[in-house]
């Protein structure tokens, strides 16, 4: 149950993070500057992926405060970290971004010390 409840939450992360990515492409770049408030906040606050994935991370906090509440976060939280694999892995195939062999081999650390952590539970 409680490995559910952690995968649920971080994949409704996930979810929110790949959201946020569409939001800020159609945005697009942008320099943090007075002048950039308003127009740059309107932009934000009426993307629909932005807006969805603000509602995800809510979501994700809610369902977060579940897991936290039935195990140890010294359990809980390191397993989190697999939504950096997730994240990765989907922001290759969606965007294009370059996972190059040093990434790969900290996705395949992060897996090992997830596996490790897991088998301790």
Do not use: H
């Not at 490995?3 to 946020?20: C, K, S, Y």
């Not at 943090?32 to 932009?43: D, E, L, S, T, Y």
Request: proline share 4%.
């Amino acid at each position: 149950m409680v490995f559910g409840l952690i995968f649920t939450a971080v994949m409704i992360n996930v979810a929110a993070q790949l959201l946020l990515k569409v939001g800020m492409q159609r945005i697009g770049y942008f320099d943090f500057a007075p002048g950039n408030i308003v127009p740059v906040g309107w932009r934000v606050a009426t993307s629909i992926p932005i807006v969805i994935s603000i509602f995800c991370y809510v979501m994700s906090v809610v369902v977060w405060m579940m897991v936290l509440s039935r195990t140890d976060v010294s359990l809980a939280y390191p397993m989190a970290s697999m939504g950096y694999v997730l994240v990765a892995i989907a922001a290759y195939f969606l965007f294009g971004e370059n996972v190059t062999p040093q990434r790969m081999l900290g996705i395949f650390v992060i897996i090992f010390g997830v596996y490790l952590l897991s088998r301790t539970a």
